[in-house]
């Protein structure tokens, strides 16, 4: 029976991967040989670049810890265990960020589970069959670090043993379970939190971001933890048990080829994933037959408010983007992003005067300004905003209003969401860091483009690779050739404005920052134009050829 | 009000609707009978403005959707089979949102908002998500939202599937005091006996091509419904063996 879920768990994921990929039309059964050179070459790319970057790293810091003289100037002591605790806290982060979305759905809110419970298999393979999923997820991203972070260890000065070979190898094939615990963790909560909740998507949603909240603030912290284990070499055991003690564990058991650490490292591993397993193994059932279950709301009439057609649509795709807080996270992590820099500015201020003397009299509010074009790149609301119409597309279909106006309110639902918190998160920089008028004005103007530019551009490449036959909004943005695209095509476009506003300024005499900005400005906003030239072309043909 | 003429639709080589010509007149409940596939809901798809077509062209009070299709649109409501609305909506969230779209006045949406809900037994559901709500509900709920902006003409796709008995027999009454006030209504289904009472006249599909077409009598004659209907589709069956 657990087989027979297994093979259906992963013929769904593959087929929805799939489908993603495929073209446009629902006619399409073969990918292009485009497609399939567009995707091999993409898929190259993230293995080469990332896989490179982390391998470099490790080598880099392999290197420098086995240096003799850094050895020495720690007292004598092995080091390499920071490098492979600093390979673990990766892993764990990055494998926690890439499955966190799709726990919730896979595990309390998968369509199938009414069907799936009302068959005669016991819910506990229903579970573990979900698990599997979620864990190959974990696994995916964990091994990626864990695989070129050990090229890169492997090919450093460091000198590494069978022993240490065998303890990262079976080390890291158990830590997924560790970063599965969290994510499993999480869904759980808020699903027995939200199960008798009205406001069910705004809880989750605020859990969500607190969760996230207490994860960046981690990440940001990263470099203090480091900086203390650099500074407490000596003291070691005490100082780090208060930090990371499970990492710690994790390095010096694979560095040092320490059994009892090994086994500590393996309980801390899979003792939380046993309990967190045992917990969900117990409420599962419960939880899904009452987590549907509609709080009533008795209605009350009350007046009517009327707005026009287009105000009416950007209503209902914000309505839509607000009523699944997975489907929100996925879409506005940009957004977030904004918020929690525009944060850890206000809580970091006293370092400000540290950053400019880095600088060395290069303005702040270029930086702050290229640093939220690069994040605010990250928002993918237009890129699968004609997606998520899904099965309700005949409804766009047969109203009475031209298709122009349709993608007007889909660009400016895009704009409604990530144009305000952009601007108002440059403003919050121009106060705390005290730019000047001139600054504040350019950036405002070079960001406003910017996100301009940013939504056409997802628009327009969801127009082209826009698909239907999702189940749920959340997989329209996350497993799609158009998010995909606007992603990767959105982070290299921020990249090239800033090269194009930063570099004339080092290499020309003539070049300044404000001209760059300007010149760069011009060029987004005409580029919006030959994008809305496009979109807006034949748009009911478009219209009618969508689905 | 709805004049169909030598439409053809094709999906690749396969042509799903063939050559087909009908026409309804102001005061009509016609229905639309076929097997599964016969090609029902692709003329009303087409009728809705929603699939383009090969050749022909249909009117809509006397304007080709093709050349004006926001005109056409105005003038009717479509509601397919199996109703997908904004699930995350509210019910009376989506009825404001219809009564937007069409920018029907504050005091007549909230007028028919209330008569129809009342009617459907529906009014304490309305500040319910549609996800909460059975097939029924939402089919209720469509209805509601076809009949919010005074169409001309209502194109219904297997409309009493999911309803109720009560709610099915108000259905009817309300179609036909819809066509009494001079509008049309065009409805498939697969229930002779509904079609039968209900209609004015109806026309029988089979293959993408019309078989018969009229008022109940020219029809079937002094057959009863289900047999000439068995027989077209015999006929049709014949057909595609030869």
Known sequence: MLKTLLKCRFAEMFFGLKKSFRGSKNNEDKMSKGRIALLAFLG??????????????????????????????????????????IEGLMALMLSFVGSVFMTQTQIYNAQDNDFLLSLPIKPAYILLSRMVLVFSMNGMFSYFVAIFAGVGLLISDCEITLVGVIFYVVLNLLLPFFSMAATLLLAWVI????????RKNIISLILTIGFFLVYFYACFNLNNYIEKLLENLTGIGESISGYMYPIYKFGVAIANHDIASFFITIGFFTIPFVIVVYILSKTYFFIVKTSN????????KKEMKTTSPVWALVKKDLSRLFASSMYLLNTMSGILMEILLVLAVVMKIDQIDQIKEILQGFPLAVI??????????????????????????????????????????????????????????????????????????????????????????????????ARFDYENEVLAAKQSMSCFIAMFGSMGFSLLIAAVVVVPYFLFDWATLTLTQCLVSVILIGFCYLLRTLIYKDADEKMKALG | MLRIENLTKSYGSKKAVDDLNLHILPGEIYGFIGHNGAGKT?????????????????????VSIKKDPMLCKKNIAYIPDNPDLYDFMTGIGYLNFIADIYQVSKEEREEKIAKYADMFEITKDLAQPLKSYSHGMKQKIALISAFIHNPKLIMLDEPFVGLDPKASFLLKETMREFCNDGGAIFFSTHVLEVAE????????????KLKAAGTIDEVKGDESLIEVFLELDKAKEDEANA
């Open chain 1, 368 to 465: 702050m300004t290229l640093l939220l074009v690069l994040i605010g790149s990250m928002n993918m609301v237009t890129a699968s905003i004609i997606s998520v119409e899904g099965k309700n597309l005949w409804l766009m279909k047969s109203v009475p209003l031209k298709a122009k106006d349709i993608f007007q309110a889909k660009l400016l639902t895009g704009l409604v969401i990530t144009m305000p918190v952009s601007l108002i998160s440059l403003i919050a920089f121009a106060f705390v860091l005290e730019f000047s008028v001139v600054d504040t004005i350019l950036g405002l103007i070079l960001l406003s483009a910017a996100t301009l530019f940013f939504n056409y551009f997802g628009f327009k490449v969801n127009l082209t690779h």
């Open chain 2, 42 to 62: 692709t003329t009303l798809k087409a009728a809705a403005g929603i699939h383009d077509f090969n050749e022909g062209d249909i009117y809509i009070n006397g």
């Open chain 1, 293 to 300: 279950n509609i709080v009533k709301v008795k209605y009350v």
């Open chain 2, 197 to 208: 009472k209900l209609c004015d006249k109806i026309a029988i599909i089979s293959g993408g």
């Open chain 1, 191 to 198: 699903s027995v939190l939200t199960r008798k909740m009205k």
């Open chain 1, 44 to 85: 190259i790319y993230l293995v080469v670049v990332f896989g490179a970057l982390f391998a470099l790293m490790f080598m880099e810091m392999g290197d420098t810890l086995s240096n003799p003289d850094f050895v020495d100037a720690f007292g004598g002591k092995p080091l390499l265990w920071i490098a492979v605790s």
